[in-house]
């Protein structure tokens, strides 16, 4: 029976509370992944979600992807058949930097003037506790729904995104029919994602002394060559895509240039060997694999007029761009709740980067990435969630979860 609307204001109250209180309790738990760090890893705010989950009575399970950084997967079974919903946050943060360049604590989830601040409390700590708190909220009114809720809790999101990648491969996302990607984004609609293409460049010269440079071959003028072409090639594919109307434009971006790439640099020798990495970033037109055969095409042409010409390159990292049609039940059920909590119209979007809704997407999954944060916020000093806005997207979530659940999308 519907609630009285003196009601779903008390359910309301409860559950911003409760979101308020849990989003403070994960920051307090750093979780920046630091490698040869004693707990510098996500382990412990992990095991405090499982036991979080379990103390709500919900089945978890903990899962170790790497040595200190498990998954974590909750199971929640109507017992009646229907659709499996998916929910994924992610339990680590990028590093503070400076903690004395924050006005706050970094780990102490300071709230001020209506704001959360710290690590973690926009990407994506606070819409971690939103999912959990939705799907709480349906279990302690009793909400009558069918299938099975799936709370995917993985590590290493930025990073490699090794926890996602062994959540499928556990088998985990097999008969799923929807995900919701919990991210920062002012609970816009994500329904397209860009790709990226994570690439390592290397030339090969000679060492000489720099007053000598033409007894060796100096990589540093080659791959000056190299980082020119690609930017030739960007503004080819930019003319003949456009700007995608959610995704904005693609970029092909140098990011580290270093030379010598081993041993220290010296202003009087050439060196070796000089290593650049492009961060990639493709929108829908784009495929990788033609990417790949146009960087080989510019480093052969090069090759042609210079005999000392050697060069190679490696993609490290393959995120193709996502797309998920408005008509897939998951967007529907999340377009009505939207609608039904705020009274507006859902403001439909793309994610600039690359999200675990990625390799869902690849395993066949239908994705939408909405979540409370600032777009522009995530991996800043001072990073902060609205508090109302942390409300307001766990109504969302748990308003979408029982569209989705029972089959009322309109």
């Not at 705010?45 to 974590?72: K, M, S, W």
């Not at 229907?82 to 604590?105: I, M, Q, R, S």
């Not at 694999?289 to 052969?300: G, K, N, V, Y």
């Amino acid at each position: 029976m519907p609630q009285s609307l003196e009601n779903v204001e008390k359910r309301r109250l409860r559950d911003r509370q409760e979101v308020i209180e849990l989003t403070q309790k994960l920051v307090q738990i750093p979780s920046v992944y630091r490698p040869g760090v004693e707990g510098g890893n996500e382990e412990k705010v992990a095991y405090f979600v499982a036991n979080y989950l379990q103390d709500l009575g919900i089945e978890a399970h903990v899962q170790e992807v790497e040595p200190g950084r498990p998954n974590v997967i909750g199971i929640i079974d109507s017992g009646k058949p229907g659709p499996t919903l998916l929910f994924e946050g992610h339990t680590d943060v990028v590093t503070e930097g400076d903690p004395d360049a924050w006005d706050y604590d970094p780990f102490g989830a300071v709230i001020e003037n209506g704001r959360m601040y710290g690590r973690g409390t926009n990407d994506t700590k606070g819409n971690l506790a939103c999912m959990i708190t939705a799907v709480h909220s349906i279990l302690r009114d009793q909400e009558e729904w069918t299938g099975k809720i799936i709370l995917c809790i993985p590590c290493d999101e930025e990073g490699l995104m090794i926890g996602i990648k062994h959540f499928i491969d556990q088998g985990w996302a097999k008969d799923v029919d929807g995900a919701i990607i919990c991210e920062p984004e002012e609970n816009q609609l994500c329904i397209t994602q860009k790709g990226a293409m994570r690439v390592v460049i290397r030339v090969h010269g000679k060492m000489a002394h720099g007053a000598m440079p033409l007894s060796g071959i100096n990589p540093n003028t080659r791959m000056a060559k190299i980082i020119c072409e690609l930017d030739e090639y960007e503004k080819r594919e930019k003319r003949r895509l456009g700007r995608h109307e959610q995704l904005g434009w693609p970029s092909i971006t140098p990011t580290i240039l270093q030379a010598p790439v081993k041993g220290d640099p010296q202003i009087n020798v050439v060196p070796d060997q000089c290593m650049t990495t492009l961060d990639i970033r493709t929108i829908p037109g784009q495929y990788h694999d033609e990417i790949e055969r146009e960087i080989q095409a510019i480093l052969d042409e090069l090759a042609k007029d210079d005999p000392d010409f050697s060069a190679e390159f490696e993609v490290i990292e393959d995120r193709p761009w996502t797309e998920t049609n408005k008509e897939e039940p998951v967007v529907k059920a999340l377009a009505e709740a939207y609608k039904n909590v705020t009274g507006k119209e859902p403001i439909y979007n793309g994610v600039p980067g690359a999200t675990d809704g990625t390799f869902l997407h690849l395993a066949g999954v239908p994705i939408v990435t909405i979540g409370a944060g600032d777009r522009e916020v995530p991996h800043q000093i001072n990073e902060y969630v609205d508090i109302e806005e942390l409300a307001e997207t766990t109504e969302i979530y748990r308003t979408a979860a029982l569209i989705f659940l029972n089959g009322n999308q309109k």
